[in-house]
């Protein structure tokens, strides 16, 4: 069936550092892709998205491409801050979600 | 302010009791969703809804049930709890296609004793 491989963690980065979670995708077609952001005592919340190949979804310096050629949507972060302490989970259409990135950033 | 609010934030059970989950949600969505939460497991799909009184299975639907009576309303049911249906439950709802993102309650943590 599909599914997502996620990057397993935790992960811990220092202050301004860069960040890459791995993502890759089995789909017998072509998901709408997500990535989802779970902070400390606080739901899941969408952090950004792309529906189609090619597309780039972003948000609060967060990037992720969807590529078909290599099945991955992988997340990236050129300089992480300690507010961005948190799970990251990567998702196919709304059913299948990877195993969760735990990354810790200390100061 | 949208809200998807799931009625108990932590809940304790015996084994063999009936539980009820409830979800609620504002926003008008067609689509609601059950998940747990797992460490090392990440989200599973339990259920799913597209429409009133319509429900279909995810990827770990045994021991488990789903009523939606209502719109705004989505109940995950255990009929029997066990203890390997401690967990975190999540509840989500979305508009339209599979490309709309999710709305997550605060979720539900269980514990079956």
């Known amino acids: 069936g599909d599914s997502v491989t996620q990057m397993e963690g935790p992960v811990t980065l220092s202050e301004e550092a860069c960040l890459t979670i791995?993502?890759?995708?089995?789909?017998?077609?072509?998901?709408?892709l997500f990535w989802y952001v779970q902070y400390p005592g606080e739901g899941l919340q969408l952090l950004l998205k792309?529906?189609?190949?090619?597309d780039k979804g972003s948000n609060k310096g967060f990037e992720a491409t969807y590529r078909k050629e290599t099945t991955s949507f992988h997340l990236e972060k050129g300089s992480v801050q300690v507010s961005d302490s948190a799970v990251y989970f990567c998702?196919?259409?709304?059913?299948?979600f990877g195993t969760g990135t735990s990354l810790t950033v200390i100061p | 302010d949208v809200k998807v609010t799931q009625s108990s934030r932590y809940l304790v059970k015996r084994t063999g009791e009936k539980v009820f989950l409830e979800c609620v949600q504002d926003?008008?969505?067609?689509?609601m969703f059950w998940y747990r939460q797992d460490p090392g497991l990440g989200l599973r799909l339990i259920y799913f809804?597209?429409?009133?009184?319509?429900?279909e299975k995810g990827d770990i639907p045994e021991g488990y049930s789903v009523s939606r009576e209502k719109k705004e309303r989505f109940s995950l049911i255990l009929e029997s709890a066990s203890t390997n249906q401690t967990s975190m439950y999540l509840c989500?709802?979305?508009?339209?296609?599979?490309?709309?993102?999710?709305?997550f309650g605060s979720g539900t943590q269980l514990s079956v004793l």
């Open positions: 989500a709802s979305s508009s339209g296609q599979d490309n709309e993102k999710l709305f």
């Open positions: 791995n993502c890759t995708y089995t789909a017998t077609g072509y998901p709408s």
């Open positions: 792309a529906t189609k190949a090619d």
């Open positions: 998702a196919g259409n709304q059913f299948y």
């Open positions: 926003m008008d969505h067609e689509n």
């Open positions: 809804s597209y429409d009133v009184k319509m429900k």
